[in-house]
């Protein structure tokens, strides 16, 4: 059973560009969170969703930031006119359907250089 | 939200016991969390322990939870090279975790 997989795993954007970043989660899995550790600092929540529906966006930055996960396919976290303070690793968790948020799994996470 | 922090670093000789410590601030967690990061890889859970209990013991790893404290520690016994890693300690707010920085143990011989 393969863990979560997240691609890409490194990525350099230039200011202004757009950067997307993909999480495909555990087989079983229907739940999806996005985290973002910025340097020196812990992970932190960004977004929560299942299939088709955003739960819980209420890490995110207000603008620029979108995230989704469509009925097929990776989830997808949205970062358009890239800036510098967007470097980070993006790391992606899954878990399973019902009660199964207490024991996320992590994906090797995206890190994103922004130029 | 919640703070979560915790030491840098820490420097242990193989076979030695390492321990590390944690502090958070948000008392309504009821899940507290320890994950390890290897060099490019995810982070991967090695233990919880719910709010309720004091300690957890699960082969070489005992977690002790002091609640009143608000203090989390977790103890490798007979440490071994390939305990080197980043060790993260999070608490839960509902679904959304919240990790500390992230301790670096660097195991030598």
């Known amino acids: 059973n393969a863990g979560v997989m997240q691609n890409p795993r490194h990525l350099v954007r230039r200011r202004g560009q757009e950067a997307r970043l993909r999480c495909s989660p555990m087989?079983?899995?229907?739940?999806v969170y996005w985290y973002r550790q910025l340097p020196e600092e812990g992970l932190k929540f960004m977004v929560y969703?299942?299939?088709?529906?955003?739960?819980?966006e209420s890490g995110m930055p207000k603008e620029r930031f979108s995230a989704e996960f469509p009925k097929e396919g990776p989830s997808i976290l949205r970062i358009q006119q890239v800036v510098r303070g967007d470097s980070a690793a993006y790391f992606c968790?899954?878990?399973?359907?019902?009660?199964?948020?207490?024991?996320?799994?992590f994906g090797p996470g995206t890190r994103l250089l922004v130029l | 939200g919640e703070d979560v922090e915790q030491s840098l670093f820490l420097s242990v000789r193989e076979g030695d016991s390492s321990v590390i410590n944690c502090t958070y601030t948000?008392?309504?967690?009821?899940?507290l969390y320890w994950y390890k990061q290897e060099p490019g890889a995810g982070l991967q859970l090695l233990t919880y322990?719910?709010?309720?209990?004091d300690m957890k013991q699960d082969q070489r790893l005992t977690v002790l939870l002091n609640k009143k404290d608000k203090h989390l520690s977790l103890r490798i016994a007979d440490t071994q090279t390939g305990d080197s890693a980043i060790y993260f300690c999070?608490?839960?707010?509902?679904?959304?975790?919240?990790f500390g920085a992230g301790t670096t143990v660097t195991v030598r011989a």
């Open positions: 968790a899954s878990s399973p359907p019902g009660q199964g948020w207490e024991t996320q799994y």
């Open positions: 087989k079983g899995h229907s739940h």
């Open positions: 969703l299942q299939k088709e529906n955003i739960i819980d």
């Open positions: 948000d008392s309504s967690s009821t899940y």
């Open positions: 322990i719910f709010s309720n209990m």
């Open positions: 999070a608490g839960n707010n509902d679904y959304k975790l919240s």
